[in-house]
């Protein structure tokens, strides 16, 4: 736990340096397409140590989540396949992306034929790994308008409630987590995994 801490502790200081709104930039949009980890930590760490700009953190890691959900789409869609079969990039995502299989790639197809903009937006608002559901979003072709705006909702709504929460309640909130910061981090971490699970069992 230490080890995390320090790590918490270093994400945290980013919200004080120039750097700070770039690199949840590139986290999110990189976590909607192919990066495992998800931007909320990042994004907490930088409005708990800046509350008068929460929201707008808020903004920048919807809008570049947004773009980088498009951009999994583009990867599903141009990339995926060599005519009938898997491509390279496919055959990579399955054989590094955590989470990612061919089974699961099959039986996502299936929640889209029954739930469509439904099951895209609880991708995007849940601990489920988004990019799983960006990139066969793009290889199934499902309807780029849908897509988008499933997205925007989703990612929009999840990422300013987090960064709500903090700007209204930002004291009591950061001397909640700096109390309970190890049992936060394993319960992080048992969300995390379980959207894994709940892609493999339940999808």
Not at 60 to 68: F, K, N, R, V, W
Not at 82 to 98: C, L, M, R, V
Request: overall charge neutral; aromatic content about 20%.
């Amino acid at each position: 736990m230490s080890i995390i801490r320090k790590l918490y502790d270093w994400v945290l200081h980013w919200a004080e340096t120039p750097y700070g709104t770039a690199a949840l930039f590139i986290l999110a949009f990189a976590e909607s397409s192919f990066f495992p980890i998800p931007p909320d930590v990042l994004l907490i760490a930088l409005a708990l140590g800046a509350r008068k700009k929460a929201l707008y953190f808020a903004l920048i890691c919807s809008l570049a989540s947004i773009a980088g959900g498009f951009f999994g789409y583009g990867i599903g869609h141009y990339l995926w396949w060599e005519g009938s079969t898997y491509s390279g990039i496919a055959h990579f995502f399955f054989n590094n992306i955590p989470g990612f299989s061919e089974q699961l790639f099959t039986s996502v197809q299936h929640q889209y034929d029954q739930h469509g903009f439904l099951i895209i937006f609880t991708a995007g608002f849940t601990p489920i790994p988004f990019k799983i559901f960006t990139i066969t979003a793009g290889a199934f072709d499902i309807n780029l308008f849908n897509f988008l705006i499933a997205s925007t909702l989703s990612r929009t709504v999840r990422f300013f409630l987090v960064a709500g929460l903090i700007w209204k309640y930002g004291d009591s909130i950061k001397s909640f987590i700096d109390k309970y910061f190890n049992i936060l981090t394993v319960v992080f971490t048992v969300l995390l995994i379980g959207g894994f699970v709940l892609i493999k069992y339940i999808l």
